[in-house]
Nanobody
């Protein structure tokens, strides 16, 4: 089992920044590709970003490319999502997820999920 706990969400004005954290515990963190997803109000959950188990490669949704940065700190068993130039359309519940021995943009291929953290961007 892997337990994932997100933090760092909140209310921010458009153009502002937030950094989300996802602390992992349980099985070996370095064996897992990590991803961030989000679910806007009234919409399906969607891919945001992913990072390989080594942290050497990342991938982003077009809607956040150039504004968001995913990273991981293996010593702290934590993955981060730095969000800059936030827009009202970034308002969503943000989830982190872990995929054993893979890096993927597909929600169904993730094995473990956090409980989510709310991000609200006001205009």
């Amino acid at each position: 089992q892997v337990q994932l706990v997100e933090s760092g969400g909140g209310l921010v004005q458009a153009g502002g920044s937030l950094r989300l954290s996802c602390a992992a515990s349980g099985r070996t963190f370095s064996n897992y590709g990590m991803g961030w997803f989000r679910q806007p109000p009234g919409k399906e959950r969607e891919f945001v970003a992913t990072i390989t188990s080594s942290g050497s490669r990342t991938s982003y949704a077009d809607s956040v490319k150039g504004r968001f940065t995913i990273s991981r700190d293996s010593a702290k068993n934590t993955v981060y999502l730095q969000m800059n130039s936030l827009k009202p359309e970034d308002t969503a519940v943000y989830y982190c997820a872990a995929a054993y021995a893979r890096t993927t943009v597909k929600e169904r291929e993730y094995d473990y999920w956090g409980q989510g953290t709310q991000v609200t961007v006001s205009s």
